[in-house]
């Protein structure tokens, strides 16, 4: 730290009691300052000769009051004063980073300027200033500190804004000018201290990071390090990365528990201040902070009610930087009073956000994220969208009181991202039945859509066909692409299919061909039992089989034709059934009708049971 000494005399200001001050001398004093609570006992040449301010005081007394004078408004209080009245004294004074501003502000207010004496207190100070002070990184840093107390004063002697320019121009140079001596919040390494094993008695200058600056500028309260990075942008010589990292540093020290979510017991007023003024020193380039951290900083505003304007900035940031977020980023907390545990809507407007965004930029700027991840080549960051919101669908699914359109909603929004596997929103589908088990058929069948079977995993198909919360319908979607997967595609294996059984696949027809009734439909919808998986299990079976014992196309398509028939007998005669059960509780079927139908169901049964039992002795 710098410092000046100024005078040469011993210090022989003396204290009576906690608010007299006085100069042991063999000559009377003779005036009095009162200086807030506290008395000096002075002599009026040594001040007078160099504070033009108490020339005219003095003058201005009368003889009622004596030489009694009263300051209440000196910057700096009784301290800097002090300070003043030694150096007119001629007395020993140390000024440093600590006190240098509030002696300059109190040498202003009593005017001690060169038309009083050469040589006084200003044009020290000054001088001191600017040879000392300002070109010292730390001093700066605690100069900046000091001036808060003493405004307007410092504001008006340009002090703020020396030590501004001073911080500013430091943290731009060149890393290659910096030397570690600048900051003072770093422990030594090993190499600066001769320590280090490849020391070879000639010191190696270390590498210095770009963002050197950023911790030492944590020390300072949000307004002034509000200016402080205002006039570093301004400077244009820092890249907007570090300034990102400077604050994203500046929230982690100065927000209480901002890394884990924010404190419950803080000063709203105080940090709803901070958190608005970080948002507004955001640097305007993308990508330059961390989705996670906007985030964060999303969570922070809205549990500190900030204004609306800074929520939407964060949430506009967010929606473009979306493909770089984590799942646990999204678990916001819904406000207090919502029936859901997560803020669900937000996550929405995010996924909205982001889909808008990309559908307004130029593919070689949307898709930020392929050099990273070529694989996904150039619909990158729409596929990393798309299995985050399958992610977090899953994670909210858990929330009894999370309701079915809200979670439609959300997947309809990213239904158009073509992802190669829906193993992920299977998940998510399959927790929320699991955790909604009184929904409706209707629900269960609105919900399932969302799903494409066909981009199932063999494990996810293998989970699915023995699910007994699926849909009927669903567990023959499954079935059926599990089992034709090794041999065709999906579109050349369901040209063939009888209309009822295509009508059941994804995208398949709806016309004249799907001869069962409106009973039948919700058949289709209901729940199967473990019974009927098992079984449409072992007829679909049959396929795969035939397919490994053929050897040419032809035969492979005439056993996809057999196995698609088969399942269509085996999911009727289980359909017919239900009804048949249900007629015959109400009374409605005769007795020729029960004989037809029963010679039909048994003859379909009677089919299906040697594949059947072939698929069971072989598994």
Known sequence: MKFMK?????????????????????????????????????????????????????????????????????????????????????????????????????????EMYETAEKGNLIYKIDVFLNSSIFRSWKDSIIVLQTTKSLLPWSEELKVVSHCLDSIASKASIDTSKVEWSYTYNRKKIASENGNSPQWNDARKPQMVPKDWWVEDLCELPIDLYKRVIATIKTKGRVSGDVIGEALNAYTLRRLPGFSKGVNQNIDFVKYRSLVETIVWLLPTEKGVVSCSFLLRLLRAAIFLDCGETERNELMRRIAQQLPEATMNDLLIRAPPGEATVFDVDIVQNLVEGFVTHSSQTEPVDNEFLGSRSPKFGPDASKVLVAKLIDCYLAEIAQDPNFPLSKFVNLGETIASFSRPSHDGLYRAI????????????????????????????????????????????????????????????????????????????????????????????????????????????????????????????????????????????????????????????????SSSDTSDSHGSVNAEETKSTPSRSRRHSLS
């Open 6 to 110: 100024l005078g040469s005399k011993p210090d022989s200001f003396q204290t009576d009691g906690g608010y007299i001050r006085f100069v042991a001398s063999e000559l009377a004093t003779d005036m009095v300052v009162n200086v807030g609570d506290v008395k000096f006992y002075l002599h009026k040449f040594p001040l007078l000769s160099k504070s033009a301010r108490l020339q005219k005081l003095v003058a201005a007394t009368n003889d009622a009051n004596g030489d009694e004078i009263h300051i209440q408004d000196i910057p700096g209080g009784p301290a800097a004063f002090e300070v003043c009245a030694k150096f007119c004294y001629g007395m020993t004074v140390t000024l440093n980073a600590y006190n240098v501003v509030a002696a300059r502000c109190a040498a202003e207010y009593l």
């Open 430 to 589: 399959d927790m929320y039945l699991k955790e909604h088990p009184g929904i409706s058929k209707s629900e269960r069948k609105r919900i399932c859509k969302l799903m494409d079977c066909r981009k199932l995993s063999a494990e996810a198909c293998m989970h699915a066909v023995q699910n007994e919360r699926l849909p009927l319908r669903v567990v023959v979607q499954v079935l059926f692409f599990e089992q034709v997967r090794p041999t065709a595609s999906a579109e050349n294996s369901t040209s063939d299919l009888p209309g009822s059984i295509r009508a059941l696949l994804p995208g398949g027809s709806h016309g004249s061909s799907r001869s069962t009734t409106t009973n039948t439909e919700e058949d289709w919808d209901s729940v199967p039992t473990a019974d009927d998986i098992k079984a449409l299990k072992g007829e679909l079976a049959t396929l795969r089989l035939g397919s490994n014992d053929s050897g040419n196309e032809a035969a492979k398509s005439e056993v996809e034709k057999v196995a698609a028939s088969r399942m269509k007998g085996l999911v009727m005669s289980k359909i017919f059934s239900k009804l048949w059960s249900s007629k015959e509780r109400h009374g409605e079927i």
